[in-house]
C-alpha cells in the first residue's frame, strides 16, 4: 500500500471547500479536545497526489496529540498552518486511506512545508507519531475519538502521469 515517497514529497498548498473558519476560530481548552461544528472539507495538494478530509459537524479533534509539556516544541493548536496539519494527520488517521506510514510522512511534508518547521523539528514529530499505532484505525470502545466514527472521509487520488 505504500504510495508516498518522503524524499521527494513537496506540499504544494491547500484549499478549503468548506470550514475554513470553523477551524480558525477554534480556541484551545482545558480538555484539549474540540468539537468542530461545521463540516471541513479541505484539500491538500502535493507533487505526488492530493489528500482530502472531510469531516461531518461534530468531528472531534485534539489539535497536536501528547501532553502540554511539549507545547513549547510543537504548540496543541497554533498558526492555521498547524491546525490543518493536526487536523489532516486526525483525519488521516480515521480515514485509513493512507497507510499509518504514509499517514506520518505527509504530517512530516505538511509540518515542513505548510507550517514551515525545519526538517529535523518535523523528523522529530513523525518519529513521535510513529511510536505507536494506538492512535490509527477504528477508536476502542471508551476511547474519546470514538464519537468520530463515521464522520470522517478521506481519499488519496495520487497524481499520474501524462499520457
Known amino acids: 500500500m505504500k504510495q508516498l515517497h518522503k524524499h ?7 484549499d478549503f471547500v468548506a470550514g475554513r473558519s ?11 479536545r474540540y468539537p468542530l ?8 495538494y502535493t507533487n505526488q497526489g492530493t489528500l ?14 501528547g501532553p502540554k ?9 497554533g498558526t492555521l498552518e498547524e491546525r490543518i496539519c493536526w487536523f489532516a494527520h486526525d483525519g488521516n488517521g480515521y ?4 497507510s499509518f506510514e504514509d499517514t506520518n ?7 515542513r512545508d505548510l507550517a514551515r518547521y525545519r526538517k529535523s ?19 476502542k470502545e471508551g476511547d474519546w475519538c470514538r464519537a468520530n466514527v463515521g464522520k470522517v472521509r478521506t481519499v488519496w487520488m495520487p497524481k499520474t502521469e501524462a499520457a
Open 22 to 32: 470553523c477551524l480558525e476560530s477554534v480556541m484551545e481548552n482545558d480538555d484539549r
Open 69 to 77: 509539556i511539549v507545547d513549547w516544541y510543537a504548540p496543541n493548536l
Open 52 to 65: 482530502t478530509v472531510v469531516t461531518s459537524p461534530g468531528f472531534i479533534f485534539d489539535g497536536r496529540s
Open 105 to 111: 510522512i505527509l504530517l512530516f511534508a505538511m509540518l
Open 121 to 139: 523539528k518535523a523528523e522529530v514529530i513523525q518519529l513521535a507519531v510513529s511510536l505507536s499505532r494506538s492512535w490509527y484505525g477504528e477508536p
Open 8 to 14: 521527494g514529497l513537496k506540499v504544494i498548498g491547500y
Open 37 to 44: 461544528n461545521d463540516e471541513i472539507n479541505l484539500m491538500i
Open 95 to 98: 480515514g485509513l486511506d493512507l
